[in-house]
């Protein structure tokens, strides 16, 4: 440290730096044992604070820090998947069997509810036994008539 403020109070007296600079550089010399030294470069005619190398460094370290986040981040996520992904399949393979159910059952109900809608229009006609001219010309297959309708064959006027 003798060494840096020899060459700072020659620098001084060569007057390559004023006494205002060569006061910083010996306060910052002075601090240099508790870690607040700050680095200088010599450009230009004068000493400069060299926060470039500082800032650079700082840049490095949460670079890496950043990479290593994002690596362990990556694991744990793709772990997380591998861990839940047959569970995942088992989901997803009962709500297509549950939806297929439903299905089924909607198709199911809608047929029977078309069936009895057809059913319920047809009895809204009329059975063709209830006039004169059921099965006049041949026995009828309506399921209104009654069995007995056409045993003896066709009616007669």
Do not use: W
Not at 27 to 51: C, I, N, P, T, V
Request: glycine share 8%.
């Amino acid at each position: 440290m003798k060494e840096e403020r020899l060459m700072i109070l020659n620098l001084l007296n060569e007057g390559k730096i004023s006494a205002d600079e060569a006061a910083k550089l010996l306060d910052a010399l002075s601090r240099g044992g508790d870690g607040a030294q700050k680095k200088y470069k010599y450009r230009h005619g004068a000493f400069e604070r060299d926060d470039e190398g500082e800032m650079e460094e700082k840049l490095k370290k949460f670079q890496q820090a950043a990479e290593n986040f994002s690596k362990e981040f990556g694991e744990k996520v793709g772990g997380a998947f591998k861990e839940f992904e047959p569970k995942f399949k088992t989901v997803a393979k009962t709500v297509m069997e549950k939806t297929a159910s439903v299905v089924d059952d909607l198709a199911k109900a809608l047929n029977e509810s078309v069936k009895n809608m057809e059913e319920k229009m047809k009895a809204a006609e009329g059975c063709c036994c209830d006039d004169d001219d059921c099965c006049k010309d041949e026995c009828c297959d309506d399921e209104c008539c009654d069995d007995d309708c056409c045993d003896d064959g066709p009616k007669e006027n």
